[in-house]
């Protein structure tokens, strides 16, 4: 069985920072493995070390410095990586949901994966959407805030027998037919920290680097449907009462409000 | 001329709040567009959906009828072929957990560019500009798409629902469904975590977000609850993490609360967390970020640390903060 997990490098924010045209400053950015993605690697991962043969190879969209990234997935157990880039994608300020699964649909195509396990979404873009749009576009079946999945079931079975995490603390189960892309939710798993020895061994390993040509991608394929026209910091409405002073004071003025709103103290 | 096609959002009988929101966005844009407001509604009991969903400014609902609950098979095949019947100029959804389940596939079939988790909606002179947020909520951004006809999910509670009642015409749609395409099955559905403890009974939560760091400091907010009386509750990281059980875990997948009192400690406010407790009477926020979204919907607010607030707290209750 192969596994193919897609995992995005996105930056995060500091508390303070400033806006420069459509984009956060550079200096005000860090980067990160996205959130999900590190749960969908656990899961991969859980599913490699659970069954026999089965290899679990790493994808992600983005620049060089994104091998960092994918070096993380591989020190955490995936057995390869593949990395895609190209000039056409770096002129695109932010690429949207078709370009992405259209993208990740030609490593599809060419690694020919069981199950694809991807993040339910980023927490830069926030789409949600690129697991999904990509089994559409591949042909595969899906699900998406996947929190649970029947690791045995699937080795055995062929089916994704899987929980779905609705809104208001409902689960929906489900069997979804392989081969499938989840889209993974986060608490899935508890995401291993990766090893000295793992860390050293993904340094060493190669990152398999593909461009729109390789892939047999056209460059209008990368054309973004989205143009960024603004970025700014929302407005705040607060109309909270502040309770100022050092901390031992905020705590007396919070006692003080606890204590007159009846809920503690008498 | 079709403008808009919506899709209600409904679970185990009952259409979600989303789905009148929904039909406020789509008036917009139908007025906008100059056409038509339609509204598909799939699986379940359509025919009472369908009577909740007739509000004013709703010209025609589609209903089609197959099976209790959501699949998104199915409802990737009805909306492929409504979408062919009416060639609507923009499919809104909700950006509910069955919308992302859907809607992406929807509009990958039908090769329309796809915007998610809209929280503003512009259309004038045939640009649609959406308007989003980045990196958790610190920023919006307003993006305009390129040509339609266009494909976008709106998130819950941005849009007021609509009123009224209207006098669309009710029709059944007719899919034939190919049973063979459906390769998911949904085989039914649970609650999660009952547990000891009910946080939707209690009147005070003390409630911890990622502020706290690591699990060992939780005994820092425990003393507080103990001290005070309260109960304890968190955000989705803590659960996630495995320090606390799902049935503590407050906001969108979790529990809503609405107790007289809510102190968030550390929680930075998240859309999804605020779903589940900006129904308490009294919302107290404790963050170091004074930006963070809790205090827009707080009453009082402590810009500080909690690791110094929070023992401060327990001292000033009687109690004595363990030293974490």
Redesign the interface.
């Known amino acids: 069985m192969k596994v193919l997990v897609t995992v995005k490098e996105v930056a995060t924010v500091e508390d303070d920072f400033e806006i420069s045209g459509t984009e956060i400053e550079e200096r005000f950015l860090d980067y990160d493995l996205n959130e999900w993605d590190d749960y969908a690697v656990e899961e991969a991962v859980q599913l490699a070390e659970a069954g026999d043969d089965v290899e679990v190879v790493a994808v992600t969209i983005g620049p060089e410095r994104s091998e960092e990234t994918i070096r993380m997935a591989l020190a955490k157990g995936a057995d390869r990586a593949v990395r895609v880039w190209d000039d056409a994608i770096a002129d695109v300020e932010l690429l949207d949901v078709e370009t992405k699964a259209e993208l990740l649909g030609a490593v599809v195509e060419a690694e020919d994966p069981d199950l694809v396990f991807s993040g339910v979404q980023a927490n830069d873009d926030s789409f949600g959407a690129t697991g999904v749009a990509l089994a559409e576009t591949v042909g595969f079946e899906w699900a998406a805030v996947v929190n649970a999945l029947d690791t045995e079931h699937v080795l055995d079975e062929g089916v994704a027998s899987l929980r779905r995490e609705l809104e208001g603390g409902i689960e929906e189960l489900t069997d979804v037919e392989l081969p499938a892309v989840l889209a993974i939710q986060t608490g899935i798993n508890e995401p291993r920290y990766a090893s000295l020895r793992g860390i050293r061994q993904a340094q060493s390993k190669e990152i398999d680097v593909q461009s729109l040509d390789d892939l047999g991608v056209g460059a209008d394929d990368v054309a973004s449907s989205l143009d960024v026209t603004a970025m700014y910091e929302p407005e705040t409405e607060s109309e909270a009462q502040y309770l100022d002073g050092d901390a031992g004071e905020q705590a007396a003025k919070l006692a003080d409000v606890l204590t007159e709103l009846g809920v503690v103290g008498e | 001329m079709t403008a808009v096609l919506v899709v209600a959002d409904h679970?185990?009988g009952d259409l979600?709040d989303v789905s009148l929101e929904l039909l406020s966005a789509g008036r917009d844009l139908a007025d906008a567009a100059g056409g038509d407001l339609h509204v598909a509604v799939i699986s379940g009991n359509v025919e009472s959906f369908a009577e909740t969903l007739n509000r004013e400014g709703v010209d025609r609902i589609h209903t089609v009828a197959h099976g209790e609950e959501f699949n998104?098979?199915v409802y990737?095949q009805a909306l492929t072929a409504l979408a062919a019947d009416l060639a609507p100029e923009f499919i809104v959804v909700p950006?509910?957990?069955?919308g992302?389940?859907?809607?992406?596939?929807v509009?990958?079939?039908l090769d329309r560019?796809?915007?998610?988790?809209a929280v503003g909606l512009d259309y004038a002179d045939g640009t649609l500009?959406v308007t989003?947020?980045?990196?958790?909520?610190?920023?919006?951004?307003?993006?305009?798409?390129?040509d339609g006809p266009f494909a976008v999910s709106i998130r819950g509670g941005e849009w007021p629902p609509a009123e009224g009642i209207g006098d669309a015409e009710v029709s059944e749609f007719d899919v034939d469904v190919d049973e063979d395409a459906v390769?998911?099955?949904?085989?039914?559905?649970?609650?999660?975590?009952g547990g000891d403890v009910d946080i939707s009974d209690a009147?005070?939560l003390v409630s911890i977000g990622r502020g706290i760091e690591e699990e060992e400091n939780l005994e820092l907010v425990e003393k507080l609850a103990e001290v005070?009386?309260?109960t304890l509750s968190s955000s989705?990281?803590i659960?996630?993490?495995?320090w606390l059980p799902?049935?503590r875990?407050v906001g969108?997948?979790?529990?809503?609360v609405t107790p007289?009192?809510y102190?968030a400690v550390g929680i930075s406010g998240a859309v999804q967390h605020v779903a589940g407790m900006k129904g308490a009477d009294?919302i107290?926020?404790?963050n170091?970020?004074p930006?963070a979204?809790i205090?827009?919907i707080?009453?009082?607010?402590?810009?500080?640390?909690l690791f110094?607030?929070?023992p401060?707290?327990i001292?000033?209750?009687g109690g004595e903060p363990p030293s974490v």
């Open positions: 679970r185990r979600r998104h098979d990737v950006n509910s957990v069955n992302l389940d859907y809607a992406p596939a509009a990958t079939r560019p796809y915007v998610s988790d500009e989003r947020e980045m990196y958790g909520s610190k920023v919006e951004t307003t993006a305009d798409v390129a390769r998911s099955k949904v085989k039914g559905f649970e609650e999660v975590g009147d005070f005070t009386g309260a989705r990281p659960v996630d993490n495995g799902k049935n875990q969108q997948s979790g529990k809503q007289d009192v102190l009294t107290i926020a404790v170091t970020d930006n979204p205090f827009d707080a009453d009082y607010g402590i810009v500080g640390n110094d607030v929070v401060a707290l001292e000033a209750f």
